[in-house]
């Protein structure tokens, strides 16, 4: 019998998901454990979203989740974007306050985060006036400053510069003990993540360490229709 | 589209034959000549003298617009509710004037008279498009808030800010109508700026009220400059402050009015014949009451308010679809189009009361200055809304030269959806109207109820009032259903 510490962090035992007619997830069993860094790879539409979508419904409360189109307010500064990542962790009365003054303390913690993702000096400028990428550190910003144990992340370095996209992977790997990101560039994926799962049409073509993903597998995996 | 369109003609042109249009007064010309004059030799300095009237105006329509919008943001809160849209749908069914009427008694003709009559029917407008703005504004930033935040939490930071704008657009516009509701307040006695127009129209004294009527516009055109978001707090306490400075409010008054005074006479007729002053409950006799002000008032008032709003709608939508062009960038010159702009904001700026007053003295009684007030009114606004949307319009270049291909081939065809979805959204306001200005002496629903205020018979105005709300609440369903039905929206979609 397994202990409790070594239970899986997730089990999905044969899970179909299907939206309408199409079938987005076909006969998906899979097991993550507690510290893995695991990469999602494959196609667009192979059903990544669909997949993280589903890990963060089973572990809300103890999770971050890097939104793909960000999910930002972009009303609100990049400061009140990223403290929205702890809403539920403060009382009403302090996050209304926090959205008039913020106090110097609450600054003091999202401040560093926004300047090690190099974005500080945007940290008052409203959402809807930063460019792609800005944006995006916004979203990975705010997953960081949740603190929480499991991180998902779905595409969280599509629009950050190639030459800032490894730092940024290089964070999410520090602050979080498992990792979960879907990622499009197989390099990313491959230098960050030490378990790569291969996605095809909803189901799982492979699932290995990074050493043993080979490069034929991969352009099986993107060539096939 | 066109069938429809067709179809309200047709029942508009049977509405005019059915209709009282004549012209009463011996001299109209003569009036209207010294209307004119009038209106150009406006005597400015008049209006320091009633500086205060212009003040509560101000006041009323502050007080009015914030208690309606707090109670519209509670109300929108739970607008999936179907009691709480019934209860919307009622309040805002009844126009400001009758409101006004129901306070008059029970707190008497003062402030909080005005604040009330502004703010209740407000409140279920604010609710109805409080409720859409969010209903239709994206809905991404909220999949960003984790879950277990609190749902205030979670408004302020998700749903407030993506809302603002929006919300702050409406409510500014709002507050332009809230002075016009404020001023016509006056017609009934309330101490705003109708108060002495209706004398200066009254005694024929023009050159004053054509000041009046220009501060008014003055006051409007302004709120750009002195309505700043930063400075609202600071005029809404203030406002207040002076409010409460002359609030006298009898509670006895007012548990008399809603405990005794609204029911049916003949639930009380016993208790004042034997000086007890008693209630009792008798059903026959409550519903013979009621079947006689049906059979007597109820029913000739809706019959005129209908054939009045009908002929109104139809005017309406004339009017605009032969006022836009000369607004429009499309069909004339910089100059024209500018003046025809400021034209239109001017006539859309006077309240349809006081249009309705100056045709009154005018024309004399009857249905035609009715007419001429909804129609302008409105049609002003609907072709202000038309030009502006034709003007969007992109046209290629080689659309035709000749300017009625151009209108009917180019230009119509891409606006006229919005065009009618905005002039059935219209319809209810043209039928609160058209009840309304029964107070004036055309035999529309309004009239029966001021007289049944007159004659102090509250139970009969209530119930003649809530004929009238529902009434509305019904137009404003078919209405819908013709929207649906027809697939158009007053969103604006130019392709």
Known sequence: ?225 | MLKTSLVFVGIALIAILLADLEVSTQYPWLEMSRMVSGAFTPDLPVVWEFKSSLFNTVVFALCGTFLGGILGIGLAAFFQYMPVRLFCAFVRAIHEIFWAFIFLPVVGLNSICGVLAIAIPYAGIFAKVYAEIIQESDQEPLEGIPSKAHRLSRFFYGVLPVIYADTKHYTAYRFECALRSSAILGFIGLPTLGYHLETFFKEGMYSEAAALLITFYLLIASLKYWLKPRLVPVYIVLAFVLLSREISLSWENVTRFFTYEILPWPMRRQGIRDGTYTVSFVVTPIWEWAKEIWLEEAWEGIWKTVVLTQIVLVGTGLFSLFGFPLACRHFTGKVTNRIWHYLLIVVRTTPEYILAYIFLTLWGPSMLPAVWAILLHNGAILAFLSSNNADLVQLRMDAPLKRINRYFYEILPRIYGQFLAFLFYRWEVMMRESAILGVLGIYTLGFYIHSAISDDQIDKAILLILFTAILNMGIDFVSQMVRRRLKISTKLSIS
Not at chain 1, 84 to 107: A, H
Not at chain 1, 193 to 205: D, F, K
């Open chain 1, 1 to 225: 019998m397994k202990s409790d510490t070594n239970s899986p962090l997730f089990y999905l035992n044969q899970e179909n998901v299907s939206y309408k007619d199409t079938v987005v997830l076909k006969n998906v069993t899979l097991e993550i454990n507690q510290g893995e860094r695991v990469g999602l790879i494959g196609p667009s539409g192979a059903g990544k979203t669909t997949l993280l979508r589903m890990l963060y419904q089973k572990v809300s409360d103890q999770s971050a989740f890097v939104h793909q189109h960000y999910a930002l307010v972009p009303q609100l500064s990049a400061f009140h974007n990223v403290y929205i990542g702890r809403l539920d962790r403060n009382s009403t009365l302090q996050n209304l306050i926090n959205l008039v003054y913020p106090r110097e303390k609450v600054r003091q913690e999202i401040i560093p985060i926004l300047d090690s993702l190099g974005i500080e000096e945007k940290s008052f400028v409203r959402v809807s006036a930063l460019s792609g990428g800005e944006k995006q550190r916004v979203a990975v910003a705010r997953a960081i400053y949740r603190q929480k144990s499991i991180l998902l992340a779905d595409e969280p370095v599509s629009s950050v510069d190639p030459h800032q996209a490894g730092a940024v992977l290089e964070l999410i790997n520090q602050v979080a003990e498992t990792v979960v990101m879907s990622l499009h560039a197989v390099e990313l994926a491959l230098k960050y993540a030490e378990r790569i799962i291969g996605l095809h049409n909803g189901e799982i073509q492979f699932d290995l360490s990074a050493e043993e993903v080979t490069p034929i597998m991969l352009k099986e995996l993107y060539q096939k229709s």
